[in-house]
């Protein structure tokens, strides 16, 4: 497809293609952020360790991931996004190999370092290739296929690490299914390399541009000039809140249920899997309310508000056990539901031409929510404070709200600026 090409309609298929293949892609990084804590438990056993090791290994991640995430950015404006994919995907098939062949901590560290290194460049991969390769009236609902693809990588992986851990006796063999599955999808993405090459499509600024001939056009901006921007702090500030609260849920909530409520892990193992599957629905509803032009920020505050008092009240222990382990899984309808307004706004708060800068930032926000909560929640579990594992989710979720409503704002403020 040549510049010319992209001011003709971009015909349905071709969209779904691109949206379909990168959704996968999405959907397997995801995947790989749960590679070791559903094993949490067998490492236990296995290696004597405590949930605040645990928690460190989750820390080691995305420590990598989010230093990588910030500069993988650049590396995607620099060299396009469908290099740096295939790059990420050989990573988790190394990671899943380091896991199965692990000694001790050691070496699960190592697998984490390699998986938080293939996970680093995926945003900024994701945004790049969808918003030059999918037409701008599909764009709300690419962007909530991606959120789904990415809650649907979260739910499966314990249900596929668990499942197979069982079923072989061996939680190695269930690291190596997990590299088979990531050399799967290199497979296919190699295959299918014309539909995601991002050297084809244009960005609409920059055809807008061709087509009035505006002297702008050719002017340079310094690469870092994006970081004077309030709105992208802002952003990022909004990633770290609400990612402190998914990590809780999401490496602690079972052994937080089973500590409250005496709820066994063959039960409370799921609960997880639940909370992202909700979040996948919640995200295919959010894509209609993003096309539909209800402002973004108040859907994010009512559908994540919603979240936090479900989590209050799964730490109250006023409902019976089932119901607690319900209410905490019906949270996640609330986070999808903002997910795709979530990533909106962030479109909205990218300047021309420095996409990948800016989701290679703000989304390095999830990873040092990550990195910072997981060995806290961890030591609040291993001190005998399951119900803070709740309480603080949501109050991390309040924060993400308020982060959202000031890149509302402030984003508001500049284009009027703009238009003065």
Not at 248 to 261: D, E, H, I, N, R
Request: some cysteine.
């Amino acid at each position: 497809m040549s510049h010319t090409a992209t001011a003709l309609p971009i015909p349905l298929h071709q969209d779904l293609r691109t949206i379909s293949l990168i959704g996968l892609a999405h959907g397997t990084s995801h995947f790989f952020h749960m590679l070791l804590p559903p094993l949490f438990p067998a490492f236990i056993r296995e290696f004597g360790l405590s949930y605040s090791e645990l928690g460190l290994l989750v820390t080691v991640f995305f420590v990598i991931s989010g230093i990588g995430q910030a500069l993988a950015g650049f590396l995607v404006d620099r060299v396009g996004a469908r290099p740096v994919l295939f790059a990420a995907l050989g990573c988790f098939v190394l990671a899943a190999l380091a896991t199965a062949m692990a000694k001790g901590y050691g070496g699960l560290a190592l697998a984490a370092g390699l998986a938080g290194l293939g996970n680093s460049p995926f945003h900024p991969v994701d945004f790049t290739i969808l918003n030059k390769r999918v037409s701008a009236q599909r764009l709300g609902h690419a962007f909530s296929v991606h959120g789904i693809t990415g809650n649907l990588g979260w739910a499966l992986a314990p249900v596929f690490l668990i499942t197979l851990t069982e079923a072989t006796g061996s939680w190695r063999m269930a690291a190596l299914g997990a590299g088979v599955w990531a050399l799967c999808v290199l497979g296919l993405m190699l295959a299918q390399r014309q539909v995601i090459d991002d050297r084809a499509g244009e960005w609409a600024h920059e055809k807008g541009a061709h087509e009035k001939g505006k002297p702008g056009a050719a002017k340079q901006e310094h690469p870092m000039a994006f970081l004077k921007l309030p709105s992208v702090w802002l952003c990022f500030s909004f990633f770290f809140w609400v990612t402190v609260s998914l990590s809780a849920v999401q490496s602690f909530a079972s052994p937080a249920l089973g500590q409250l409520y005496g709820l066994p892990l063959s039960t409370t193992a799921f609960v997880v899997t639940a909370y992202m599957l909700c979040g996948a629905t919640g995200m295919g509803v959010g894509g209609f309310l993003v096309g539909s032009g209800q402002p973004l920020e108040r859907v994010i505050a009512v559908a994540m508000s919603g979240t936090a008092l479900l989590l209050l009240l799964t730490a109250s222990g006023w409902l019976p056990p089932l119901w607690s382990a319900a209410a905490a899984a019906l949270a996640g309808f609330g986070t999808g539901i903002a997910g795709p307004s979530r990533d909106m706004l962030i479109k909205r708060a990218a300047p021309p031409g420095a996409t990948g800068r800016v989701y290679g930032t703000v989304y390095s926000g999830l990873d040092v929510g990550f990195a910072l909560a997981a060995p806290v929640f961890g030591w609040l579990l291993d001190h005998g404070h399951p119900q803070a594992v709740f309480q603080g989710a949501a109050l991390a979720l309040m924060g993400g709200v308020a982060s959202a409503a000031l890149v509302g704002a402030t984003v508001a403020r500049t284009r009027a600026l703009s238009a003065a």
